[in-house]
Nanobody
């Protein structure tokens, strides 16, 4: 399974970005994680294989939206109202859990990461 994340970049506080992850292979539960310098990798959002169940970290609720297009084998993370504390490398991940999963151990395959930098 290969995952290719894209869409990161530099944005000012209050701005928006859309991350996309292209997934090869069958349907998986998918998640977005992020890792800021000196911090642990944390779950941001997750979606189940069918796309009808999602879960978000408290810090991004109302600002980030995860979605998937199974016909195109892509998962997206729409981010609005970005803040400097959202600055991190964002990773997409794929797993075999039935539902939307938030633990790193639930994921088997990881993309290479895409950097999001939010300036104040």
């Amino acid at each position: 399974v290969q995952l290719q994340a894209s869409g990161g970049g530099l944005v000012q506080a209050g701005g928006s970005l859309r991350l996309t992850c292209a997934v090869s292979g069958p349907r998986y539960s998918m998640g977005w994680f992020r890792q800021a310098p000196g911090k642990e990798r944390e779950s941001v959002a997750a979606i189940n294989w069918s796309g009808d169940s999602t879960v978000y970290a408290d810090s991004v609720k109302g600002r980030f939206t995860i979605s998937r297009d199974n016909a195109k084998n892509t998962v997206s993370l729409q981010m609005i109202s970005l803040q400097p504390e959202d600055t991190a490398v964002y990773y997409c991940a794929a797993g075999h859990r039935f539902g939307a999963a938030t633990s790193r151990s639930d994921y088997v395959y990881w993309g290479q990461g895409t950097l999001v930098t939010v300036s104040s």
